[in-house]
């Protein structure tokens, strides 16, 4: 059995650097200082983010993912049947997004995040259609 560590996110924040104007071709590399890993968490972890701009599209086909807006504002697009729903959340609110829904963050004035997300990610650039 492994140790219940207290995590406190203000200090996950102060390892990671807001990234300005995120876009879908953003590398890893490039945003690797903007994303934390607080924990390992079931198949996956408990992440946090600081950005502003918009990302790729991905999905996580091996369970549903948690998502938390800490601070700021992003619209969460889902495809859903090939169809987008837009999201609008602001700080303090919460969103579940299913098990292998496409999805996308538009956050052009910035956003403090924190997610449970499942592993394995998989990311495209365009939008992921017939899926």
């Known amino acids: 059995m492994s140790k219940s ?3 406190t996110i203000n200090d996950g924040f102060s390892r990671v650097v807001f990234l300005n104007g995120r876009t879908p071709e953003t590398t890893d590399e ?3 200082n903007a994303f934390a890993l607080l924990s390992e968490y079931r198949e ?3 992440y946090i983010a600081h950005y502003s701009g918009f990302s790729e599209w991905e999905r996580h086909p091996q369970g549903d993912e948690f998502v938390h807006i800490l601070g700021g ?3 969460l697009i889902l495809l859903n049947d090939n169809i987008e ?3 609008n959340l602001s700080s303090g609110q919460i969103l579940v997004i299913p098990k292998g829904i496409w ?3 538009e956050s052009p004035y910035g956003v403090k995040i924190m997610t449970i997300t499942p ?3 998989e ?3 365009k939008l992921p259609v017939g899926t």
Do not use: D, L, M
């Open 123 to 125: 990311h495209s650039i």
């Open 44 to 46: 996956g972890g408990i």
């Open 85 to 87: 729903q837009c999201y």
């Open 119 to 121: 592993q394995p990610t």
């Open 5 to 7: 560590e207290v995590i």
């Open 103 to 105: 999805h996308r963050f």
């Open 73 to 75: 504002e992003t619209a």
């Open 30 to 32: 490039e945003a690797k």
